[in-house]
Protein backbone atom coordinates (compact mmCIF):
# COMPACT_ATOMS: atom_id res chain seq x y z
CA UNK A 1 0.00 0.00 0.00
CA UNK A 2 1.07 3.69 -0.20
CA UNK A 3 -0.16 6.26 2.10
CA UNK A 4 -0.07 9.77 1.17
CA UNK A 5 -0.62 13.05 2.60
CA UNK A 6 -2.19 14.86 0.28
CA UNK A 7 -1.87 18.75 0.77
CA UNK A 8 -4.05 20.50 -1.88
CA UNK A 9 -6.06 24.10 -2.07
CA UNK A 10 -10.35 23.84 -2.40
CA UNK A 11 -11.63 26.66 -4.25
CA UNK A 12 -14.81 25.53 -2.56
CA UNK A 13 -13.92 26.45 0.91
CA UNK A 14 -11.54 28.66 -0.35
CA UNK A 15 -8.21 27.43 2.22
CA UNK A 16 -6.18 25.13 1.93
CA UNK A 17 -6.96 21.70 3.23
CA UNK A 18 -5.81 18.06 3.03
CA UNK A 19 -6.28 14.29 3.20
CA UNK A 20 -5.00 11.15 3.52
CA UNK A 21 -4.93 8.73 0.56
CA UNK A 22 -4.06 5.05 1.03
CA UNK A 23 -3.26 3.77 -2.58
CA UNK A 24 -3.66 -0.13 -3.38
CA UNK A 25 -0.12 -1.78 -4.09
CA UNK A 26 0.65 -4.99 -5.51
CA UNK A 27 3.40 -6.84 -3.33
CA UNK A 28 4.74 -10.27 -2.16
CA UNK A 29 7.84 -9.48 -0.41
CA UNK A 30 5.96 -7.53 2.54
CA UNK A 31 6.22 -8.90 5.73
CA UNK A 32 3.70 -9.93 7.56
CA UNK A 33 1.64 -8.26 4.61
CA UNK A 34 0.71 -8.97 1.26
CA UNK A 35 -1.06 -6.28 -1.04
CA UNK A 36 -3.06 -6.75 -4.09
CA UNK A 37 -4.37 -4.01 -6.92
CA UNK A 38 -6.82 -4.34 -9.28
CA UNK A 39 -6.15 -3.40 -12.95
CA UNK A 40 -7.70 0.26 -13.84
CA UNK A 41 -8.68 2.85 -11.41
CA UNK A 42 -9.21 1.94 -8.26
CA UNK A 43 -12.69 1.19 -6.01
CA UNK A 44 -12.55 3.77 -3.47
CA UNK A 45 -13.98 4.19 0.19
CA UNK A 46 -14.43 7.74 1.57
CA UNK A 47 -13.44 7.09 5.48
CA UNK A 48 -15.19 10.11 6.97
CA UNK A 49 -14.02 11.03 10.82
CA UNK A 50 -15.81 12.36 13.57
CA UNK A 51 -16.66 15.21 15.55
CA UNK A 52 -13.33 15.73 17.39
CA UNK A 53 -11.12 13.97 15.50
CA UNK A 54 -9.42 14.98 11.48
CA UNK A 55 -8.22 13.03 8.77
CA UNK A 56 -5.41 11.50 10.99
CA UNK A 57 -7.93 9.49 12.90
CA UNK A 58 -8.25 5.86 11.21
CA UNK A 59 -4.98 5.49 10.73
CA UNK A 60 -3.98 6.18 14.13
CA UNK A 61 -6.82 4.32 16.03
CA UNK A 62 -7.18 1.26 13.79
CA UNK A 63 -4.94 -0.97 11.19
CA UNK A 64 -7.03 0.23 8.26
CA UNK A 65 -4.37 -0.03 5.87
CA UNK A 66 -3.70 -3.31 6.94
CA UNK A 67 -7.15 -4.42 6.65
CA UNK A 68 -7.41 -2.34 2.64
CA UNK A 69 -4.50 -4.23 1.59
CA UNK A 70 -5.71 -7.51 0.41
CA UNK A 71 -8.92 -5.85 -0.95
CA UNK A 72 -6.96 -3.55 -3.24
CA UNK A 73 -9.74 -0.72 -2.07
CA UNK A 74 -8.31 3.19 -2.12
CA UNK A 75 -8.84 4.81 0.78
CA UNK A 76 -9.57 8.78 1.06
CA UNK A 77 -9.91 10.22 4.34
CA UNK A 78 -10.82 14.34 4.13
CA UNK A 79 -11.27 16.44 7.23
CA UNK A 80 -13.87 18.84 7.90
CA UNK A 81 -12.98 19.94 11.14
CA UNK A 82 -16.45 20.22 13.12
CA UNK A 83 -18.48 21.08 10.39
CA UNK A 84 -21.19 17.97 10.16
CA UNK A 85 -20.38 17.72 6.41
CA UNK A 86 -22.80 20.01 6.07
CA UNK A 87 -23.11 23.50 4.32
CA UNK A 88 -23.03 25.65 7.24
CA UNK A 89 -25.21 28.65 7.41
CA UNK A 90 -22.19 30.13 9.57
CA UNK A 91 -19.13 29.23 8.37
CA UNK A 92 -17.76 26.93 5.34
CA UNK A 93 -19.53 24.19 2.49
CA UNK A 94 -18.31 21.14 3.73
CA UNK A 95 -21.45 19.27 2.27
CA UNK A 96 -20.34 20.61 -1.23
CA UNK A 97 -16.50 20.09 -0.82
CA UNK A 98 -17.07 16.24 0.58
CA UNK A 99 -20.35 15.02 -2.16
CA UNK A 100 -18.48 17.53 -5.15
CA UNK A 101 -15.17 18.84 -4.94
CA UNK A 102 -13.29 16.05 -3.16
CA UNK A 103 -13.95 12.94 -5.43
CA UNK A 104 -13.04 15.28 -8.33
CA UNK A 105 -9.63 16.54 -7.03
CA UNK A 106 -8.88 13.09 -6.02
CA UNK A 107 -9.51 11.60 -9.34
CA UNK A 108 -7.15 14.32 -10.72
CA UNK A 109 -4.30 13.57 -8.35
CA UNK A 110 -5.04 9.72 -8.55
CA UNK A 111 -5.85 6.57 -10.35
CA UNK A 112 -9.66 6.38 -8.50
CA UNK A 113 -12.49 4.95 -10.48
CA UNK A 114 -15.78 7.43 -11.11
CA UNK A 115 -18.08 4.73 -11.75
CA UNK A 116 -21.09 4.46 -8.95
CA UNK A 117 -20.22 0.71 -8.39
CA UNK A 118 -16.80 1.49 -7.55
CA UNK A 119 -17.94 4.40 -4.73
CA UNK A 120 -18.66 3.92 -1.16
CA UNK A 121 -18.63 6.27 2.09
CA UNK A 122 -18.22 5.08 5.86
CA UNK A 123 -17.97 6.71 8.81
CA UNK A 124 -17.93 7.09 12.79
CA UNK A 125 -20.59 8.89 15.14
CA UNK A 126 -20.58 12.16 12.87
CA UNK A 127 -19.10 10.86 9.74
CA UNK A 128 -21.56 8.22 10.22
CA UNK A 129 -24.14 10.97 9.62
CA UNK A 130 -22.06 12.27 6.83
CA UNK A 131 -21.65 8.78 5.10
CA UNK A 132 -25.82 8.00 5.74
CA UNK A 133 -26.42 11.65 4.21
CA UNK A 134 -24.17 10.50 0.82
CA UNK A 135 -26.10 8.06 0.24
CA UNK A 136 -29.17 8.96 0.48
CA UNK A 137 -28.76 12.61 -1.25
CA UNK A 138 -26.45 11.31 -3.78
CA UNK A 139 -27.66 8.04 -4.55
CA UNK A 140 -26.30 7.88 -8.22
CA UNK A 141 -22.62 8.62 -6.67
CA UNK A 142 -22.01 6.05 -4.01
CA UNK A 143 -22.99 2.12 -4.37
CA UNK A 144 -23.18 1.18 -0.47
CA UNK A 145 -22.62 3.50 2.83
CA UNK A 146 -21.62 2.79 6.29
CA UNK A 147 -22.72 4.40 9.74
CA UNK A 148 -20.97 2.92 13.10
CA UNK A 149 -22.64 4.84 15.93
CA UNK A 150 -23.79 7.13 13.71
CA UNK A 151 -24.83 10.62 14.86
CA UNK A 152 -28.00 10.42 12.78
CA UNK A 153 -30.45 12.15 14.21
CA UNK A 154 -29.24 15.56 14.22
CA UNK A 155 -32.40 16.95 14.97
CA UNK A 156 -32.81 15.56 18.29
CA UNK A 157 -30.85 18.68 20.28
CA UNK A 158 -31.06 22.29 18.61
CA UNK A 159 -29.01 23.22 21.49
CA UNK A 160 -25.78 21.72 21.02
CA UNK A 161 -23.20 23.94 20.68
CA UNK A 162 -22.05 24.49 16.74
CA UNK A 163 -25.66 23.44 15.63
CA UNK A 164 -27.05 26.64 14.93
CA UNK A 165 -24.54 27.66 13.43
CA UNK A 166 -24.36 24.80 11.45
CA UNK A 167 -28.12 23.91 10.60
CA UNK A 168 -29.80 27.67 11.68
CA UNK A 169 -32.89 26.14 12.33
CA UNK A 170 -35.32 23.08 12.33
CA UNK A 171 -36.91 24.37 9.02
CA UNK A 172 -33.51 25.03 7.57
CA UNK A 173 -32.49 21.76 8.30
CA UNK A 174 -34.73 19.54 6.16
CA UNK A 175 -35.15 22.34 4.02
CA UNK A 176 -31.21 21.99 2.59
CA UNK A 177 -31.72 18.44 2.79
CA UNK A 178 -29.39 17.55 6.22
CA UNK A 179 -32.28 15.55 7.70
CA UNK A 180 -31.52 11.87 7.15
CA UNK A 181 -35.20 11.31 8.25
CA UNK A 182 -36.54 13.01 5.29
CA UNK A 183 -34.28 12.63 3.46
CA UNK A 184 -35.05 8.53 3.65
CA UNK A 185 -38.57 9.30 2.94
CA UNK A 186 -37.86 10.94 -0.54
CA UNK A 187 -34.52 8.41 -2.18
CA UNK A 188 -36.86 5.55 -2.87
CA UNK A 189 -36.14 2.74 -5.22
CA UNK A 190 -32.51 4.76 -5.90
CA UNK A 191 -31.32 4.21 -2.56
CA UNK A 192 -27.49 2.08 -1.87
CA UNK A 193 -27.17 -0.88 0.20
CA UNK A 194 -26.91 0.94 3.57
CA UNK A 195 -24.92 -0.88 6.40
CA UNK A 196 -25.73 0.46 10.14
CA UNK A 197 -23.94 -0.38 13.26
CA UNK A 198 -24.33 1.01 17.06
CA UNK A 199 -23.18 -0.27 20.60
CA UNK A 200 -26.21 -1.03 23.06
CA UNK A 201 -24.22 1.32 25.45
CA UNK A 202 -23.66 4.02 23.10
CA UNK A 203 -25.55 6.78 23.91
CA UNK A 204 -26.60 7.23 20.55
CA UNK A 205 -27.81 3.67 20.74
CA UNK A 206 -31.58 4.58 20.90
CA UNK A 207 -31.54 7.29 17.77
CA UNK A 208 -29.40 4.42 15.56
CA UNK A 209 -32.77 2.26 16.68
CA UNK A 210 -35.22 5.15 15.71
CA UNK A 211 -33.40 5.20 12.26
CA UNK A 212 -33.31 1.97 11.46
CA UNK A 213 -37.19 1.24 12.10
CA UNK A 214 -37.59 4.33 10.23
CA UNK A 215 -35.84 2.57 7.02
CA UNK A 216 -37.54 -0.62 7.65
CA UNK A 217 -40.91 0.69 7.44
CA UNK A 218 -39.85 2.52 3.75
CA UNK A 219 -38.53 -0.64 2.73
CA UNK A 220 -34.86 0.60 2.33
CA UNK A 221 -31.92 -1.75 1.59
CA UNK A 222 -30.64 -1.86 5.25
CA UNK A 223 -28.05 -3.86 6.95
CA UNK A 224 -28.56 -3.43 10.72
CA UNK A 225 -26.27 -4.92 13.69
CA UNK A 226 -25.31 -4.27 17.07
CA UNK A 227 -23.54 -5.30 19.50
CA UNK A 228 -21.70 -4.55 22.94
CA UNK A 229 -19.99 -1.42 23.32
CA UNK A 230 -20.20 1.93 23.60
CA UNK A 231 -18.76 5.10 22.13
CA UNK A 232 -15.00 3.83 21.29
CA UNK A 233 -12.52 2.89 18.83
CA UNK A 234 -12.30 -0.38 20.15
CA UNK A 235 -15.73 -0.99 18.90
CA UNK A 236 -15.09 1.24 15.95
CA UNK A 237 -11.55 -1.08 15.14
CA UNK A 238 -13.58 -4.11 15.24
CA UNK A 239 -16.54 -3.28 12.72
CA UNK A 240 -14.80 -1.29 10.00
CA UNK A 241 -13.82 -4.68 9.24
CA UNK A 242 -17.39 -5.88 9.27
CA UNK A 243 -18.11 -3.13 6.82
CA UNK A 244 -14.88 -3.94 4.70
CA UNK A 245 -16.47 -7.32 4.42
CA UNK A 246 -19.89 -6.42 3.71
CA UNK A 247 -18.93 -3.94 0.55
CA UNK A 248 -20.34 -4.74 -2.29
CA UNK A 249 -16.80 -4.62 -4.27
CA UNK A 250 -16.74 -5.70 -7.86
CA UNK A 251 -13.57 -7.19 -8.24
CA UNK A 252 -12.66 -7.93 -4.54
CA UNK A 253 -9.48 -9.60 -5.22
CA UNK A 254 -8.48 -10.73 -1.84
CA UNK A 255 -11.67 -13.25 -2.11
Not at 25 to 47: D, E, F, I, N, R
Not at 161 to 181: H, I, Q, Y
Request: proline share 7%.
Amino acid sequence: MALIECKFFSEVLGLSTEALVILPQATSGQVGMAGQATKGPHPTLYLLHGMSDDQTIWLRRTSIERYVAPLGLAVVMPTVHRGRYTDQAVGYPYWTFLSEELPELMRSFFPLSSAREDNFAAGLSMGGYGAMKWALRRPDFLAAAASLSGGLNVARDPSRPGWKGTFESPERLVAEGNDLFDLATKVGDACPPLYQWCGTEDGLYEDNLRFRDHCRSLGLPLTYEEGPGGHDWACWDLMIQRVLEWLPLRNKVGA
